[in-house]
Nanobody, 124 residues
Framework: QVQLVEIGGGLVQAGGSLRLSCAAS????????MGWFRQAPGKEREFVAA????????SYADSTKDRFTISRDNAKNTVYLQMNSLKPEDTAVYYCAAREGAIVTTHNFDYAYWGQGTQVTVSS
């Protein structure tokens, strides 16, 4: 089992950048594929990005792939989401998620462990 805590959200102007971090506690962090999801008010939770256990493979939503970068440091049990060129439509609560296994998936139901979320607000 793994516990996840996100930090790094906040308020930023359109065009700005933020970096989210997700620290994991528990055993064998490197066994987990990690993902970022987001949920805006009144909308369903949607996939943002995911990264394989080794960090060698990544997947992005079409809306984020040219602006966001996911990475991980297994020595620090941490996954990151670097967000550049932020837009007002990126405003949401961002969640870190983990799943055991090697497959990098985009479906939230594949992830068993979730953080509490961190708010990102992009002003126009």
């Amino acid at each position: 089992q793994v516990q996840l805590v996100e930090i790094g959200g906040g308020l930023v102007q359109a065009g700005g950048s933020l970096r989210l971090s997700c620290a994991a506690s528990g055993r064998a962090y490197s066994r987990y594929t990690m993902g970022w999801f987001r949920q805006a008010p009144g909308k369903e939770r949607e996939f943002v990005a995911a990264i394989s256990r080794s960090g060698g493979s990544t997947s992005y939503a079409d809306s984020t792939k040219d602006r966001f970068t996911i990475s991980r440091d297994n020595a620090k049990n941490t996954v990151y989401l670097q967000m550049n060129s932020l837009k007002p439509e990126d405003t949401a609560v961002y969640y870190c998620a983990a799943r055991e296994g090697a497959i990098v998936t985009t479906h939230n139901f594949d992830y068993a462990y979730w953080g509490q979320g961190t708010q990102v607000t992009v002003s126009s």
